[in-house]
């Protein structure tokens, strides 16, 4: 099993960044490919954008395409989501999420394990 804490959220002007993490403990982070969800209110949690154990392959909404990057470390047991040229529409709960296997999905429903969230606001 792993513990995903996510942490670096908050608020924000349109145009502005932001880097979020997610600390895992447990099992290391390279036995699973990682995920960012959102979730806005009275919306469904979405995909954002995920990585390959390996970090050699990522995969990204496209609404967000362009603007937020995916890195992982591996030795450090962290997944990081930068996020540039921020939009209020961005404004949402931000998730860790980790699944077994080595595909990237976008369905929240096949990660195992998740963070307890980060608030990201994005204020026009």
């Known amino acids: 099993q792993v513990q995903l804490v996510e942490s670096g959220g908050g608020l924000v002007q349109a145009g502005g960044s932001l880097r979020l993490s997610c600390a895992a403990s447990?099992?290391?982070?390279?036995?699973?490919?990682l995920g960012w969800f959102r979730q806005a209110p009275g919306k469904e949690r979405e995909f954002v954008t995920g990585?390959?154990?390996?970090?050699?392959?990522?995969y990204y909404a496209d609404s967000v395409k362009g603007r937020f990057t995916i890195s992982r470390d591996n030795a450090k047991n962290t997944v990081y989501l930068q996020m540039n040229s921020l939009k209020p529409e961005d404004t949402a709960v931000y998730y860790c999420?980790?699944?077994?296997?080595?595909?990237?999905?976008?369905?929240?429903?096949?990660?195992?394990?998740w963070g307890q969230g980060t608030q990201v606001t994005v204020s026009s």
């Open positions: 447990g099992r290391t982070t390279s036995s699973y490919v």
């Open positions: 999420a980790a699944k077994d296997g080595v595909v990237v999905t976008t369905n929240p429903n096949q990660y195992d394990y």
């Open positions: 990585i390959k154990r390996s970090g050699g392959n990522t």
